[in-house]
């Protein structure tokens, strides 16, 4: 099965109470991210309050702090939120599956959630270019983080069998691959969805690797000799 023949499996009739419940705290995220990245665009960043946020979604502060820890987060985007939700899709996968193939499975369906908020992604993408370098360094300590989550749970899913330096380069390589097809996404005007790019990215770097386990077998070669 390829990448993109991977989809998320349909629920059942009794997970539709939990579904629905899981659709209006979307809408409400999704209505916090856009009052607050409009007004981060029109008054600024550090002239816009929480109180603010809360007014122009028509919602209480107190309901604000249930969807966001603060405002940076709304920025910078929610990375625990994320995080949380590839644990879940992780866990979802099957225990003897190749972590590889489980995250790369847990990373579609978080291109396929992800399709419907491009407009808040281009929005945050401008307001943080207009940042100092601080921005910059902020999203370099997100990136670092997710590294090292993601290294922690590659490792537990390999188990004691995989060498112990291959959780860390399979995290760094497909968080890599979805971060420049999440660039590609955003900035391509041809409207191809996050999972084609994603999968595109993908076929690139295999293709690439290949070519490097080529150039290993020749080196190895050389080095063994007749």
Excluded at 165 to 184: D, K
Excluded at 197 to 225: H, I, K, Q, Y
Aim: hydrophobic residues 40%; proline residues 4%.
């Amino acid at each position: 099965m390829t990448a993109m023949e991977e989809k998320p499996a349909h629920g059942s009739a009794s997970t539709a109470p939990t579904d629905r419940r899981h659709r209006r705290t979307m809408r409400t995220r999704v209505a916090i991210e856009k009052a607050a990245l409009r007004l981060f665009a029109e008054q600024g960043f550090a002239n816009t309050t929480v109180e603010q946020i809360a007014e122009a979604a028509d919602i209480a502060p107190r309901t604000f702090f249930r969807h966001f820890p603060s405002k940076e987060a709304v920025l910078y985007g929610d990375s625990e939120e994320a995080m949380a939700q590839l644990r879940q899709r992780l866990a979802a996968r099957p225990a003897d599956e190749h972590p590889v193939r489980s995250l790369t499975a847990a990373m579609l369906e978080s291109a396929d959630q992800l399709e419907e908020q491009r407009e808040q992604f281009l929005q945050r993408a401008e307001l943080l270019n207009s940042l100092s370098s601080t921005g910059n360094y902020e999203l370099h300590l997100m990136r670092q983080r997710w590294v090292c989550d993601l290294t922690e749970l590659l490792s537990e899913r390999a188990g004691a069998s995989s060498n112990h330096t291959c959780p860390a380069a399979w995290a760094t390589a497909l968080l890599g691959c979805f971060g420049a097809a999440m660039h590609a996404w955003l900035t391509s005007a041809e409207g191809t969805p996050l999972r084609r790019v994603f999968a595109d990215v993908l076929t690139g770097l295999t293709g690439a690797l290949e070519e490097a386990n080529e150039l290993l077998a020749e080196r190895t070669g050389d080095v063994s000799g007749p």
